[in-house]
């Protein structure tokens, strides 16, 4: 079992910054990747942006390109999501993820990972 705690959400203006934290614990040795996806009021949680455990390659999706950065720390099994220029459209709970397997074509969805965290709200005021 792996356990994921997400922290560093909070209300912050458009335009500023935020970072957010994912603290893996348990049975980590395996995972082979992480990630953030985000939930919006109304809508259905998306994919954000995911590391490879092993190599640091990273994915992202288009709403975030330029602006949100995830990168992962092995030694403290924890992945971060540096946030910039944020925008009201990026309030959302956001999620992270873990997987210890591949899935194909399941990069961006959920189906794609195992292990979830209950979520920090980010709120982006204009």
């Known amino acids: 079992q792996v356990q994921l705690v997400e922290s560093g959400g909070g209300l912050v203006q458009a335009g500023g910054s935020l970072r957010l934290s994912c603290a893996a614990s348990g049975h980590t040795s395996g995972i082979y990747a992480m990630a953030w996806f985000r939930q919006a009021p109304g809508k259905e949680r998306e994919f954000v942006r995911r590391v490879k455990w092993s190599t640091s390659s990273t994915y992202y999706a288009d709403s975030v390109k330029g602006r949100f950065t995830i990168s992962r720390d092995n030694a403290e099994n924890t992945v971060y999501l540096q946030m910039n220029s944020l925008k009201p459209e990026d309030t959302a709970v956001y999620y992270c993820?873990?997987?210890?397997?591949?899935?194909?074509?399941?990069?961006?969805?959920?189906?794609?990972?195992?292990?979830w965290g209950q979520g920090t709200q980010v709120t982006v005021s204009s």
């Open positions: 993820a873990a997987t210890f397997i591949y899935r194909s074509g399941s990069t961006t969805k959920e189906e794609g990972y195992d292990y």
